[in-house]
């Protein structure tokens, strides 16, 4: 596989790479072998000619008038996101949110283990629950760095928020996922995604007003 200049894609582009990769896989489970960019761009409400323009940064993916190997895009994004890699992640927040990521623990992608959760609430810490050991934010250091864990997963509420990730954050873990909408403050060199749930929700009641007949991108 080449070995792709990751530093030249822009964010942007960086950015809409899980979502191609995600739609290819469901085409290729489906039996797709082949697409053109206005059909993904059919799938996932990227503009076709975005679609190009993302592509090229990575070179010739495509032949004119023939479209895109779906195996050969899975394998180029998949190598260039590191999809292929290991990652060990912990959850932070027990609730009842953070038990329903633990019990899809990412079975799409075996790369992607959840490792370890953790909590404040002193009546589960200590206990096993739903397959899952319950650790206090307290180890939260030391347990991280003896698991290897690459990326936290927050589920704490917006109030508490950033006590939990200040926590995450010395660690040394600079991949977050934020699952509390509103923003927190964290060194230039964390990555930080949000998902604000109340906007996904808003955003599919949008596209199901408007947009009856296009297929909505699915990027989860």
Not at 46 to 69: C, H
Not at 155 to 160: A, L
Not at 174 to 202: C, K, Q, W
């Amino acid at each position: 596989m080449k070995d792709y200049n990751k530093k030249k894609i822009p964010r942007a582009t960086a950015k809409r790479l899980p979502l191609y990769l995600r739609n290819l896989t469901i085409l290729d489970t489906k039996g797709v072998a082949r697409i053109k960019s206005k059909e993904l761009s059919d799938i996932t409400q990227v503009p076709s000619a975005t679609i190009r323009r993302d592509f090229s940064y990575l070179g010739e993916l495509g032949r004119s008038g023939y479209g895109y190997d779906v195996a050969f895009l899975i394998e180029v994004f998949s190598h260039i996101l590191d999809s292929n890699e290991e990652s060990r992640i912990a959850i932070v927040g027990f609730g009842n949110l953070g038990k329903a990521l633990a019990n899809n623990n990412f079975r799409r992608n075996e790369n992607l283990i959840i490792s370890c959760v953790f909590d404040t609430n002193p009546e589960i810490i200590g206990k096993t629950i739903a397959g899952f050991y319950v650790y206090s934010m307290a180890d939260f250091k030391q347990i991280a760095q003896e698991k290897n864990i690459r990326i936290a997963i927050s589920t704490v509420p917006s109030e508490h928020a950033q006590e939990a990730i200040d926590i995450v954050v010395d660690s040394g873990i600079t991949a977050i996922l934020n699952f509390a909408p509103d923003r927190v403050e964290v060194p230039d060199n964390i990555s930080m995604r949000y998902i604000d749930l109340t906007t996904e929700l808003l955003t599919l009641l949008f596209f199901d007003h408007n947009y009856k007949k296009t297929p909505l991108a699915v990027t989860s």
